[in-house]
């Protein structure tokens, strides 16, 4: 399904690029890791390596000068010296080229003189009526059109196309700085803006929310030139799809070394907050939130409701859950009556809610995995339940392979969100069990707290969407946390 | 330096050891597993295997009654099915044994007919006098003494020697539930209070406040059956080492399940909480702080104050750190105009706070290491910074193993408390840096959130020790969250 062409398309899928920097194979940095990267993926349009000197890059002939190439490609990537970046820019304006990632530094960040040069490459960018991300960005990594302008090796190959993208005004979200390949539920595209001297957050998060491919947006945002177009793109994306987001700042201290490192506006938290509130963005905590608590949006259904559903292999965390839980807006499922029969009808020992298999489990043997097994069926099956938390124990003796059938079952049933935990006396056998589940699909977390709070946002997103557009869900629940 | 004999020793350190229940080699569960593992740990008490048809078990002779034992044991474990327990607590009484682990469950955290069995052995231990432990649980491991109680296979040697100690109210932190040869802080007692029908948590927060080889006691606790004895040897306790909390239960759903669950109190939360703050304790927020807030206080002395130092190969880690630090009662040290004028003569985009190496580093190349190097001399010197926060990054270009030399250096720099968090494109890089560092006794967290709140209760101890104890600290400071 090819989708219109929106303005800023030449910076996702660009027909040809013309790359300008380092042409040397085989380094970590510079735009032959961009080139060589795009060969890798097959990159399907044209690449125009410029550079003074250099003859052939991966065996791709190299431009002396942006001049002697025919076409006029689509975007230019400038990884250069910030002295050369001007006259780059305006080369590309006297070509016909009407986007630019500015990977350069130098600028805006670096205090009054690089305030200058910004302001001349704007002025170079407006003249032309070039659109510019960045500087000092790595500019856009996108699985689906398999096109990246990372100028960085990552040290990881990239196959997988997910359906998670990220808008970020900070490169620790991008492929250098996270192990993206690790992240089962795959990645759809991430966004670094940079100095953000024109492409913004607004520009991007219309985009997004209207990209097909696309399900879940994750936004790290310090500050907006324009908080007002913001709030009503944020409020239209938030309609279409759950916008998690990680405002730092909120505290005094860190809105003063915001002000004074990046230039982001200080002392506006409270506002920021109300803001993003009003338009059903997701707050998360931490670093690591915006993409682990995106993961069961991008599997399972939105929840009826914040009612927690708990199956667990030990008591004390089947209570440290439901602290987790009501810290976060959700609460604890009251089983119906026929749950809680069907659940005594297994086990004498079970019948209560959170369901402990502990103790029956000292007894079942090789029997836990059907124990596990009609609990969660119980859970999946009662309508006092919207979504479910699963914790497992592994040791030499239950190991996580054992699990497989049962995740297998579980992580097919698809109606409510599930997520995961596991514990046992052995890190790298919880590890094994984690990407088991996250095979089958189900979230995994580093612990309970963590899953619990991802299931949160999503029954925070239902309501918000719900009330938002007037399409009340089907089983009405508390109102959230906010 | 040999301790006085406390009343608790022989369940920390028995001459002799009577064990009732399975002698199946080779099980996983059983009497059998504590005889080899104290075989294994060279115990040098004597071991009274227990049995009516076993003859021997790993090399060591059983005896079929406890009246053909000539010795009077210090200690009885008892790992049998709820019906022999009774009969084998009055044997034990009989023959002189005054201090018993009941491993059995099926005992008050059965039901009612569960309540009346646990009432019949407390009525047979106060007729013959025997402490009692347990029912339903695993007992002590006492890395000290090498001496263990718990008759689950762990999966894993323990050979070395720390300086925690944990009282638990559930099985969760034992040792075949957490992986405690991987934290390489090392632990020194791990008492599994089971239903705590005698000795409790006040018994043992005692006997560890005077124990020479424990220098941080970690509590999980659902409830005291005499909380006001408790709160006295808190206080005790905590002017003596730090004692780290987890309470959980705070929450309506969950109070209403450990009450169902575990008989604990429900609706008690707010009291246990003044209870808790009034007598120093540290309460933590999850599972793992138990552990892993506990490691600074085990590697640094106490900080004089609140101020936390922060160096960062990125900005906005520097901007989430510091959010993170005033969340918990941190603030972002002021470093002194001699630190800020050293900082600048390193590198022209330094001389900030946080101090962020990522643009100088761009440069740096294979000098990254001395930058780093510098910026910690200058915080560590600098009397406005009473805490360190340091982080880094790793990739394919910049192996963890590069670290080596800097680590050793950061790492024996005592005067103040140093945390640690790294970032990049591999998690497999990522741990191999924050084994090094912690090998190197830096303690290394998953995020940032983290790590910075593990010293903000390092902080906070020191606040209330302060304050208790009439002896100021040195650099007061603004009083952190309590």
Known sequence: MKQKVHRLDPF???????????????????AAVI????????YTGKIYP??????TVYGIPVFQDLAQVKDVPELAVIVTSFRHAPGILEQCGAKGIRAAVIVSDGFGEAGPEGKIRQEELLRIAKAHGIRVMGPNTV???NSESRFTTVPYDRGYEYAKQGKLSIITQTGMYSPQAMAWHEYEAGINKVIDLGNMSDVDETDCLEYLSRDDSTDVISLYMEHSRRPRVFLDALKKASLRKPVLCLLPGGSPGAAQAMASHTGSMAGNAELYQAALRQGGALRVEEYEDLRDCATPF??????????LGIITFSGAIGIQ?????????????????????ELSAVSGTLGGHPIDVGPASATAGAGIFDLYQKCFDILAADENIDCIYLNTYVFNGLKPAYYEDLLGRIGSCRGKPVVSWCY????????????????????FYLNSRKAVRSLSYMARYAHWKAVASGKPLRRPSVHPAG
């Open 139 to 141: 500019g856009v990594f």
């Open 321 to 341: 859950a439901i602290d987790a839980a009501e810290a976060c807006g959700l609460s604890l499922g009251k089983l119906s009556s026929e749950s809680r029969r």
């Open 424 to 443: 046992g006396p052995s890190q790298q056998l919880v590890c094994e069990f984690g990407k088991l589940a996250e095979r089958h699909g189900i979230p």
């Open 298 to 307: 991008l599997r399972y259904p939105l929840p009826q409701g914040n009612r």
């Open 12 to 30: 996702f899928r660009p027909q040809s690029i013309a790359l300008f920097g380092s042409m040397q194979e085989g380094w970590f940095f510079g």
């Open 50 to 55: 410029v550079h003074p000197t250099a003859r």
């Open 35 to 42: 080139i060589s990267d795009l060969m890798k993926w097959n």
